[in-house]
Structures are given as structure tokens and as C-alpha cells.
């Protein structure tokens, strides 16, 4: 009998031990993936030249491999 209980506490260690590990590494899985954000404001006597050229550069960093996904736009409110 204590064998029996001895071999079936093993095994459930065993599973949830095994569980857990799995759990871990889905876990930082999904975790590399970052969002950045940036959020800037310009002078009000920023040229427009300036602002393009800070676009072109945000736009040229994200055709990186790196880059999933780019979003951009002017805040209105």
C-alpha cells in the first residue's frame, strides 16, 4: 500500500511540476513581444520641414525586421 501511494504522489508531483514548466514558458513566449510608444511635441514654431523629417526617420526605423507593427498619427484632441 505505501508503495502504491509512494508511486501515485511521484506521479502527480510529476504532472504538476511538468504543468508549470509548460505554463512558464508559454508565458514568456508571449511576453516577447513589446509595444513602444513614443509620444512627441513639437514648438509651435517647429517647421513643417522638421516634422516631415522626424516622420521619414520614425517611418524608415519601421521597416526593421524587428518592427511587427507601426502606428502613427496626430493627436487631435
Known sequence: MKKIFFALSLCITTT??????TSAQTANLSSSVLRHI??????SDASA?????????????SKS???????WGVNIS
Open 16 to 21: 504538476l511540476l511538468f504543468n508549470n514548466k
Open 38 to 43: 513614443v509620444m512627441i511635441t513639437f514648438k
Open 49 to 61: 520641414d522638421s516634422i516631415k523629417a522626424l516622420d521619414d526617420i520614425y517611418i524608415s526605423l
Open 65 to 71: 525586421a524587428l518592427v511587427k507593427d507601426f502606428e
